[in-house]
């Protein structure tokens, strides 16, 4: 049930592992301010102690907006190994964006305001395209890595520097979403003697 608390009484959790950075952080503070009643909608959860569970970066842009009061949830039954997940889980975002989705019936500059990463001016050639994964050639060689865990992905990622990349969508939207998947090999290797 929700209820609404006085915001001193709420702490922050210590052992949240999520952070915000600056200019996030200034977007969530402006999304509270012009729209408050989304806090109803996704209260702030805490445990029996007061302790915040979900929604440490909600309560701290709550208190730079000036707020008295906020909605909270109390999670009263979850044992202290559940609280630990709970954390976890709420800050993970298993889905993706569908980039073309969003371009065909969203205004990009509204998805910018409301703190969603677009593309940036730095993702974009000399031609005004948006760069995307390198093309494969018959002049060149390959390895082909698998990876059938995600964890596994993720580091291979991490190691190499792999980060996503956007395109040109055919339809003319200016962007679209993807993993550049092909590297430069002495880049690889240099990154791999580098980890």
Request: glycine share 8%.
């Amino acid at each position: 049930m929700i209820e609404t608390s006085k915001i001193g009484l709420i702490k922050p959790n210590a052992n949240n592992p999520r952070t915000i950075k600056d200019d996030k952080f200034k977007k969530l503070v402006k999304s509270i301010q012009d729209f408050p009643e989304m806090l109803k909608l996704r209260p702030i959860v805490v445990n029996d102690d007061m302790i915040v569970l979900g929604g440490n970066m909600r309560l701290k842009a709550c208190k730079e907006a000036g707020l008295k009061e906020v909605p909270i949830i109390k999670a009263s039954n979850l044992t202290e190994q559940q609280q630990k997940e709970f954390i976890i889980k709420d800050n993970v975002g298993f889905g993706e964006w569908d980039f073309e989705d969003l371009a065909n019936n969203w205004e990009a500059g509204d998805l910018v305001e409301w703190g969603l990463d677009l593309p940036s001016e730095k993702e974009v050639n000399e031609e005004g395209e948006i760069i995307f994964s390198t093309e494969l050639d018959s002049e060149s060689n390959y390895v082909v890595l698998k990876f059938s865990k995600d964890i596994d992905w993720l580091q291979i990622q991490t190691i190499l520097g792999i980060k996503s990349t956007y395109s040109k969508r055919a339809n003319g939207k200016p962007w679209s979403k993807g993993v550049g998947r092909v590297l430069d090999g002495v880049d690889a290797i240099i990154k791999i003697k580098e980890s």
